[in-house]
């Protein structure tokens, strides 16, 4: 089974999709190096900067005002202050963005701080210390992480694609005289003659299809001059 195409188009075809594959694979490893780890690390510290001043507001603001910054909290910012609970069992990091988090959390408050998911998982909980309190803060696990640049994704890929239909298109266009013209050198080739080619198209296509008919016009003519003179010696011959 031969993996490696035969033809022009195909061999033009494969090379253009491979070569904008590896075009494609770096620079989507490059939005990824340069754009969304970047981004999601500052997401991550802001995030984690809200959580902690979150808790430290709680236990420097009178008691009687925490219904109102709770309600604050929730409403604004997305954030769920419960009791803290300590037998709770510390959740592993299972996505870059809760690792990124999780070293934004340390550095905002000047220690590791365990990170809990609820049994749904829908759910993720923090216990910050502030000032001797402790207070456990839960926010909705899709808050973690930020969207990807999809438009960075859809440009590649859509340019991607449209470099290879165009160049596709203008193979094509490229091969198929060629197999008209080899069909023609095909036909004389069996001594045959064929129709004129078109004489249009690309200038070196024209060119060369100017050449082939020029020598289908010349072997043609010589057949008909090898005929006559070939009638001219047979009737010399027959004629005493």
Same mark, same amino acid.
């Given at each position: ?69 709770? *309600? ?5 910012? #997305? ?28 550095? *905002?408050? #000047? ?80 001594? *045959? ?48």
């Amino acid at each position: 089974m031969k993996l490696k195409p035969s033809s022009l188009f195909g061999r033009t075809a494969v090379t253009i999709a491979l070569t904008l594959g590896l075009f494609a694979a770096l620079s989507m490893s490059a939005v990824v190096y340069f754009v969304m780890i970047p981004m999601a690390k500052r997401s991550a510290n802001d995030f984690a900067a809200e959580v902690v001043s979150a808790a430290h507001a709680l236990q420097e603001m009178p008691e009687e005002r925490h219904p109102e910054l709770l *309600q604050e909290l929730h409403n604004d910012h #997305g954030l769920i202050v419960v009791p803290h609970e300590p037998d709770d069992v510390e959740t592993s990091v299972d996505t870059p963005y809760l690792m990124f988090f999780r070293d934004a959390l340390e550095e *905002q408050a #000047g220690e590791q701080l365990p990170i809990i998911n609820d049994e749904t998982g829908a759910m993720v909980w923090v216990d910050v210390p502030a000032h001797g309190m402790e207070y456990r803060i839960g926010f909705n696990r899709r808050r973690l992480g930020t969207n990807p640049p999809l438009a960075f994704a859809a440009i590649i890929g859509g340019g991607a694609l449209l470099t290879i239909l165009v160049s596709l298109l203008e193979v094509r266009r490229i091969v198929t005289p060629l197999d008209r013209l080899s069909g023609a050198v095909r036909e004389v080739g069996r001594g *045959q003659k064929p129709p004129p080619i078109t004489e249009n198209g690309p200038e070196e296509i024209a060119d060369l299809a100017r050449t082939i008919n020029g020598l289908s016009a010349d072997i043609a003519e010589m057949a008909e001059n090898r005929t006559v003179m070939l009638s001219g010696i047979s009737h010399d011959l027959r004629t005493p």
